[in-house]
């Protein structure tokens, strides 16, 4: 769908893949007024496509859009567009397991202006793409780069929203990490480098001492769906778990003495993601043996079994698709 200023949204489409035209002063390619979203749909055995919160991604869309300056949509309409996207493309929804559909519903600045201003022109894109499992591992814990000289985001800044910029910002790092070993970096807070903000595209949790910990949410980190998602599924578990600052120190000192239990990061794209090494200011450490943790483990087991409705969906965070 296009947006024109004064006008709204208009001339929504499903169109086949193709290459989009813009204008090469786009103030997209200038200035990154943009935002994006990632969730999946899964197929049940009984042939529904399932999607997991959506609403959820449009919410966060709209709060993305609202800090880089762009227009609303309407998240009802969003979602009756996805289905009916989706059912287009029903059989791109892949069969096997750990296989899901990808979809990427992102919103660009296309007004041609060179003066730094918010755009008076938008797209509203949603592409498809049927995806294997995000790590060659599969569940196998990960092993993290802790970065110590870049940072993400600070507070104040666009940490929170889902747009472009903050990607550019990790990649050098992100390349570092990955020349070293490492599959992902873990972030620190921009002003300290002293606490645990997120992973590349993951939010992160420890379970210490049995409680389980995860960085507030402090507007330099971006509010995943999974991460609130795994929250809710331990307080209805009643398993401890806050959210509050924790510094890499902590986490240290922790497995130093034997009670950092687990670690793991959540997201869309790897649900669940047991950590099983740290490497932070060059020294190494791991956890849990660098073995996939009980919890973790279960918590993966849970939310993949609910999504690709192994499970039963005791929380309605399911959306399903069916044909009439
Ligand atoms: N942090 C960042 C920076 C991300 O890109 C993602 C992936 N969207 C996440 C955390 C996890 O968010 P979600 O659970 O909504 O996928």
Redesign the pocket.
Known sequence: ADYTEGIGWHDHRIVPYEPITLDPSAIIFHYGQTVF???KAYRAKDGAIRLFRPE??FR?MNESCDRLCMPQIDEEDALEALKTLIKVDKDWVPEAEGTSLYIRPYMIATEPHLGVAPSLTYKFIVILSPVGMYYKEGIAPVKILVENEYV?AVAGGTGAA?TAG??AA?LKAQAVAEKMGYSQVLWLDGVEKKYVE??????VFFKIDGEVITPALNGS?????????IIEMLKAWGVPVTERRISMEEVKTAQQEGRLEEAFG????AVISPIGEFSWKGEAFTINGGQAGELSTKLYEELTGLQSGEKEDPFGWVTEIREE
Do not use: F, P, Q, W
């Open positions: 979203e990632g969730l959820e991604n966060r993400r889902k903050n990607y990790s997120e992973v590349g595209s993951m939010n980190i971006l509010g995943g769906i999974t991460r609130k998602s959540t997201g869309t794209a």
